[in-house]
């Protein structure tokens, strides 16, 4: 069993920066691709940024240019550093990670950007 612990959630203004923490445990932990997914009201989830084991990125339209995610395998941790926030990027953040087969998300962190 895997499970994520995330942070860094909070409420700030056009134009600002946070940055979300997601840490994984668990026993023989080998993990492969973590990601990170949002929710907005009334929306589905979406993808927001990928990363491989090896590190190689992608991310959503959206947020190209503004936000980077990164991991630190040997912390077993992943982070998106989001820069230049707007009104739309309002929304409940999710970690995702890939072990073997299994996806295993966090317990979701709010981000609320105003204008």
């Known amino acids: 069993q895997v499970q994520l612990a995330e942070s860094g959630g909070g409420l700030v203004q056009t134009g600002e920066s946070l940055r979300l923490s997601c840490a994984a445990s668990?026993?023989?932990?080998?993990?492969?691709?973590m990601a990170w997914y949002r929710q907005a009201p009334g929306k589905q989830r979406e993808v927001v940024a990928g990363?491989?084991?090896?590190?190689?990125?992608n991310y959503a339209d959206s947020v190209k240019g503004r936000f980077t995610i990164s991991r630190d395998n040997a912390k077993n941790t992943v982070y998106l550093q989001m820069n230049n926030l707007k009104p739309e990027d309002t929304a409940v953040y999710y970690c995702?990670?890939?072990?073997?087969?299994?996806?295993?998300w966090g317990q979701g962190t709010q981000v609320t950007v105003s204008s």
């Open positions: 995702n990670v890939f072990a073997g087969p299994t996806a295993y």
């Open positions: 668990g026993s023989r932990l080998v993990i492969n691709t």
């Open positions: 990363i491989t084991s090896s590190g190689r990125p």
